[in-house]
T-cell receptor, first 113, second 110 residues
Framework: EAGVTQSPTHLIKTRGQQATLRCSPISGHTSVYWYQQALGLGLQFLLWYDEGEERNRGNFPPRFSGRQFPNYSSELNVNALELEDSALYLC????????????FGQGTRLTVV | RKEVEQDPGPFNVPEGATVAFNCTYSNSASQSFFWYRQDCRKEPKLLMSVYSSGNEDGRFTAQLNRASQYISLLIRDSKLSDSATYLCVVISGGYQKVTFGIGTKLQVIP
């Protein structure tokens, strides 16, 4: 069974540009979580999507946004990129309604120059 | 108060030492608990589940204290390869929201 897949694995953008990161959850998982992990720092919660709706949002500015598609895959968009947006962006998926663990993708490393 | 709180560390311990991490959670109705391990520049991976009766896997023991709303992870006889960040995870609510702690960094030194 395929795990959580994220694309691209690496992304280099210049300040002010927009970045789009993609996540495909494990088949059957309806919840997708996005986290930012800057170098040397812990996981910072960004967004939670479930059944196509945004359920919760972390303490990030509005230029961080996303969506979940009918097939439960998800996109994270970051507008007006700033240097401090450089980080590893991790996506995790879990099935709704079951008390089971979440599974992570390998992440997208975004570098803003 | 944060939903899930962990001491970010770092915890620097010598090889062979016993080290324990705690993680507190705010939602008393939380249903499930897990510990994850994250190696440098890699994604977090499940280490073990946490049950009310406690859970042991080799040198690792996880426990849940519902009354005080915390979970713990005990590592005995630390190895250099245990160096990693350990994240606690709490599942709660009708939608089974998954909440990760910020992670505790462990560095085992020779």
């Amino acid at each position: 069974e395929a795990g959580v897949t994220q694309s691209p694995t690496h992304l280099i953008k210049t300040r002010g540009q927009q970045a789009t990161l993609r996540c495909s959850p494990i088949s059957g998982h309806t919840s997708v979580y996005w986290y930012q992990q800057a170098l040397g720092l812990g996981l910072q919660f960004l967004l939670w999507y479930d059944e196509g709706e945004e359920r919760n949002r972390g303490n990030f500015p509005p230029r961080f946004s996303g969506r979940q598609f009918p097939n439960y895959s998800s996109e994270l968009n970051v507008n007006a990129l700033e240097l401090e947006d450089s980080a590893l962006y991790l996506c995790a998926s879990s099935p709704t309604g079951q008390n089971t663990e979440a599974f992570f993708g390998q992440g997208t490393r975004l570098t803003v120059v | 108060r944060k939903e899930v709180e962990q001491d970010p560390g770092p915890f620097n311990v010598p090889e062979g030492a016993t080290v324990a991490f705690n993680c507190t959670y705010s939602n008393s109705a939380s249903q499930s608990f897990f510990w994850y391990r994250q190696d440098c520049r890699k994604e977090p991976k499940l280490l073990m589940s946490v049950y009310s009766s406690g859970n042991e896997d080799g040198r690792f023991t996880a426990q849940l204290n519902r009354a005080s709303q915390y979970i713990s992870l005990l590592i005995r006889d630390s190895k250099l390869s245990d160096s990693a960040t350990y994240l606690c995870v709490v599942i709660s609510g009708g939608y089974q929201k998954v909440t990760f702690g910020i992670g505790t960094k462990l560095q085992v030194i020779p």
